[in-house]
Every structure is written in C-alpha cells, then in structure tokens.
C-alpha cells in the first residue's frame, strides 16, 4: 500500500512541477513580449527617419534556440537585412550602428522603468496593508 501511495505522490509531484514550469515559462513569454514591444517602438520610432525603407516589422514569437531556455525576459533584434542594399548602407556608418545602440539601450530602460513602476506600486500595496 506505501509503495503505491508513494508512486502516486511521485507522480503528482512531477505533474505539480511541470504546470509550475509551465506557469514560469508564460509569464516569461508574456514579459518578453512587453519587453520587445518597448524595444521596438524606440528602435523603429529612433532609425526610420534615416530611410523610408525600413519598415515596422512587429514583434513575432519564435523557437529560436538562444530564447528557449531563458529564465528571464528575452528578445532577439533584427536591425536590417545585408541583403537589402539601403540597409547594409546604413550598417556600415559607426555612427548609425551607434545610434542602433542607443534606441536598443532606450527600450530596455524603457522596460526596466516598467518593472520598477510594478515593483513600487506593490511596495505600496504592501505598505498600505500594513497600516490597515
């Protein structure tokens, strides 16, 4: 009977893990997709004053190897095409490549000051229940 009983439990446990897993890698996709969005809109909104044809791709979600496993926010940008002559002329000038840079950096901080502006309201949740 113990030995059924346990197997039971082992089971339940490995199947209280994986919806666990589950949940984590949600909330993670979910926060990478706010996280790219923020990244996007500086990086698209910074760079298409230099040429018409760089174009507001969106964001899409995909496997790609380096984001699968990530325990924490991620994205992957895609800043122009070498094949696209326009673009491998812009990504040849330092000083578009530095700019690039700078919008990359402006999402990220964009979406750092979000965490923090949840991170505060919670502090003041807490705060305030503890005064009640």
């Known amino acids: 009977m ?10 339940s446990v490995h199947e209280l893990e994986d919806l666990l897993s589950k949940i984590a890698r949600k909330d993670n996709i979910d926060e990478s997709k706010e996280f790219a969005a923020r990244v996007q809109s500086r990086l698209h909104s910074g760079i298409s004053k ?3 044809s760089i174009k507001d791709r969106g964001i899409r979600k995909a496997p790609f190897i380096v984001l699968i496993d990530a325990e924490m926010p991620a994205v992957l940008v895609e800043i122009g095409f070498i094949s696209n002559r326009s673009d491998e002329g ?3 000038k330092s000083s578009f490549r530095e700019e690039v840079a700078e919008y990359l950096f402006r999402g990220i901080s964009d979406y750092a000051g979000s965490l923090g502006a949840v991170t505060q309201h ?7 229940a503890l005064q009640d």
């Not at 113990?2 to 089971?11: G, L, M, V």
């Open 2 to 11: 113990a030995s059924a009983e346990n197997a039971a439990s082992r089971r």
């Open 50 to 52: 230099h040429s018409s």
């Open 90 to 92: 812009l990504m040849r």
């Open 122 to 128: 919670r502090s003041a949740i807490a705060g305030s």
